[in-house]
């Protein structure tokens, strides 16, 4: 099995296109082999954090610019009202955040996509609490 190198690309950018895209570009041009974006729920970017929100428009044209590359495009999410917006992104893959391992529907939600790949960041999760999540989680199974 080949070993995979994910960059992810969180709130780093601070909302701001011209780093993103600086970001991306020094990825893009990398032997990487995939990128993440963090792409959270509306509630999150409020306050201080309004500026960090980027549109669905700017979304769409990051992972092209990614899948142009012939990299891994993903993304990482909190937010099952998104679903349906980035399932049509058709992206390689999907990670859901430690802090949401615990949302079961949101887990689930993203296994039913089109996607073939979800990566569960178990963070602080003991074990005993992760298998109870795991049993609870559906696995869509591919021929």
């Known amino acids: 099995m080949k070993t995979l190198f994910i960059a992810e ?6 909302g701001n296109l011209n780093v993103l895209n600086q970001y991306l570009k020094v990825l893009l041009s990398s032997k990487i ?9 509306d509630s999150f970017y409020r ?10 428009k700017q979304i769409i044209n990051f992972i092209n610019k990614i899948k142009n590359k012939k990299k ?3 993304i990482v999410t909190d937010d099952i009202k998104k679903i349906k917006f980035l399932k049509k992104l058709k992206v390689d893959f999907y990670k859901v955040l430690s ?13 039913r996509t089109n996607c073939k790949t979800v990566f569960l960041s178990t963070g ?20």
């Open 124 to 143: 602080m999760t003991n074990i005993s609490k992760l298998k109870k999540i795991l049993k609870k989680v559906s696995k869509k199974k591919y021929p």
């Open 47 to 56: 306050n201080k954090f309004k500026k960090f929100k980027i549109n669905n």
């Open 9 to 14: 690309i969180g709130l780093n950018h601070l």
């Open 99 to 111: 802090s949401n391992i615990n949302d079961i529907e949101l887990v689930n939600k993203l296994t």
């Open 72 to 74: 891994l495009a993903g």
């Open 33 to 41: 082999d995939g990128i993440t974006i963090q792409i959270l729920k």
